[in-house]
């Protein structure tokens, strides 16, 4: 399992607390995360298998999986099959050492979710969220929901680590890992200690990253694209934006920018303004707001008979009432979606012809339109694009829908505390929690936020992640 790079928000030890190396410390470092990656991934189940895999040798892998028994992360079980001689154990990764939190926030959506080290999600809350809410009301409830689930969890109080995903734009100096990214969700945000509130609330490092990026990651790891290692996800919601992995990696750009589509232009149109202040954006034109603002106007005009019986009946108008419609045959909501597909389709494949892919998935709440906007993506892409770059071009919707965000930050936060820089200055100790200076990892605080009404309360997740195609997505 290879490490993505995520945007670091807090968890990467400071100058003074790293861990002081020895001669040879290098190579017990990179050796004991390779013993441990392979034994996460499933490639390799007993000491045998990492001996052949790893290529190290019997006495460094014997005292590998030693360190990482004595710290919990793995076990010895059943005898496996002999291939001459003493059999073998299974050695196995335990995922429920510890636990993680996870959070993904849409424009229109906040979701939820504790997470077991191997990436499960054990229960998932969804609510809707308003977008003009402050960045301290937001946290406030992102911790309220945190401190229930953990409340309904005692066993994953000590909780190993935080991943958030958030639309807009996480900046990162230089493109690197940082502890002070930039959040450009709205202006208070860009100040507001986002990662310092939640480190001190819950004794545990902490990561941002993007949200598109996040549900990228939560689709290769456990979605339709597993296994891919050149990959373009397009997340059609609200607003769009894209992320790009190559060899298995994510391109993140010189400063964290790379994905932001929505704001390509694609037509002289100067009558929409978007939202960034320029006209003729790709977000502006065939966004989830687009579909919603050009569908309302003609529910107005009575250019759409489905839409405009809604409509006189004081009802919310929404690209999911625009799909509902086409799928009824409604003409206008048919070419809207096949025109807002057409556009997408083309600057995917821009993308397309510049990185070479090898699947695009389309994920977000729009993306669950149905086969009509689908199929104007693929249109779109297979005529703009160059004939070798789609000749074994896979171009599917997204499955996990909502969940993808928060599988995508559990697992990249597990990656995170497993990387070679990183496992060592915590596995001795047992946990990557915060510690106090006797060495004692820091308690939860007392203080209990439950959601003020049953409806609200976190969902125990109940499907397997293989089988959360039928969930809603995300706007």
């Known amino acids: 399992?290879?490490?993505?790079?995520?945007?670091?928000?807090?968890?990467?030890?400071?100058?003074?607390?790293?861990?002081?190396?020895?001669?040879?410390?290098?190579?017990?470092?990179?050796?004991?995360?390779?013993?441990?990656?392979?034994?996460?991934?499933?490639?390799?189940?007993?000491?045998?298998?990492?001996?052949?895999?790893?290529?190290?040798?019997?006495?460094?892998?014997?005292?590998?999986?030693?360190?990482?028994?004595?710290?919990?992360?793995?076990?010895?079980?059943?005898?496996?099959?002999?291939?001459?001689?003493?059999?073998?154990?299974?050695?196995?990764?335990?995922?429920?050492?510890?636990?993680?939190?996870?959070?993904?926030l849409g424009i229109t959506k906040l979701g939820v979710a504790l997470v077991d080290l191997g990436g499960r999600l054990q229960v998932e809350h969804h609510e809707p969220w308003d977008p003009v809410r402050t960045a301290e009301e937001t946290v406030d409830r992102i911790e309220a929901l945190f401190d229930w689930m953990l409340e309904e969890h005692p066993e994953a109080r000590g909780t190993w680590g935080i991943g958030v995903g958030l639309p807009g734009i996480v900046e990162l100096p230089e493109g690197e890992l940082s502890d002070k990214p930039v959040l450009h969700l709205m202006p208070d945000w860009q100040s507001y200690p986002v990662v310092e509130r939640l480190r001190a609330r819950f004794g545990a490092p902490v990561w941002i990253d993007n949200e598109t990026r996040l549900m990228a990651i939560g689709e290769l790891d456990s979605g339709r694209a597993t296994g891919t290692r050149e990959l373009l996800f397009v997340k059609m919601g609200t607003?769009?934006?894209?992320?790009?992995?190559?060899?298995?990696?994510?391109?993140?750009?010189?400063r964290g920018f790379a994905g932001d589509i929505g704001h390509l232009a694609v037509s002289d149109d100067m009558s929409v303004v978007c939202r960034c202040g320029n006209t003729g954006c790709l977000e502006a034109l065939a966004g989830g707001s687009a579909i919603a603002r050009q569908?309302?106007?003609?529910?107005?005009?009575?250019?759409?008979?489905?839409?405009?019986?809604?409509?006189?009946?004081?009802?919310?108008?929404?690209?999911?009432?625009?799909?509902?419609?086409?799928n009824?045959?409604?003409?206008?909501?048919?070419?809207?979606?096949?025109?807002?597909?057409?556009?997408?389709?083309?600057?995917?494949?821009?993308?397309?012809?510049?990185?070479?892919?090898?699947?695009?998935?389309?994920?977000?709440?729009?993306?669950?339109?149905?086969?009509?906007?689908?199929?104007?993506?693929?249109?779109?892409?297979?005529?703009?694009?160059?004939s070798l770059a789609t000749q074994d071009l896979q171009i599917i919707r997204a499955e996990l829908g909502r969940t993808a965000g928060l599988v995508g930050a559990g697992v990249a936060v597990a990656d995170e505390l497993f990387a070679p820089a990183y496992l060592p200055t915590w596995v001795g100790h047992g946990t990557p929690r915060r510690r106090d200076a006797t060495g004692a990892t820091d308690s939860r605080p007392d203080r209990i936020s439950r959601p003020t009404d049953a409806s609200s309360r976190p969902q125990a997740s109940t499907a397997g992640l293989s089988r959360l195609s039928d969930r809603e997505g995300e706007a």
């Open 1 to 104: 399992m290879q490490p993505r790079q995520f945007a670091s928000a807090g968890a990467r030890p400071q100058d003074g607390q790293r861990h002081v190396l020895r001669r040879g410390d290098r190579f017990e470092r990179e050796s004991l995360a390779r013993v441990l990656s392979l034994v996460r991934s499933g490639g390799a189940t007993t000491r045998q298998d990492i001996v052949a895999m790893s290529g190290l040798g019997r006495a460094v892998v014997a005292d590998r999986i030693a360190s990482l028994i004595r710290c919990g992360l793995v076990e010895e079980g059943d005898l496996a099959a002999s291939t001459g001689g003493r059999a073998p154990h299974h050695v196995r990764f335990r995922s429920s050492a510890g636990y993680l939190l996870a959070c993904s």
């Open 239 to 254: 607003g769009i934006s894209a992320a790009l992995f190559s060899r298995g990696r994510i391109v993140r750009g010189a």
């Open 295 to 326: 569908a309302q106007q003609a529910a107005a005009d009575g250019r759409s008979p489905l839409l405009a019986d809604r409509l006189a009946n004081g009802s919310e108008i929404t690209a999911a009432h625009v799909a509902s419609a086409a």
């Open 328 to 386: 009824m045959g409604d003409q206008f909501c048919i070419e809207l979606l096949t025109r807002s597909g057409r556009l997408v389709g083309e600057t995917i494949a821009a993308l397309v012809n510049a990185a070479n892919p090898s699947m695009v998935v389309i994920g977000g709440g729009v993306a669950q339109a149905g086969e009509i906007l689908l199929r104007a993506i693929r249109e779109a892409i297979y005529r703009r694009s160059r």
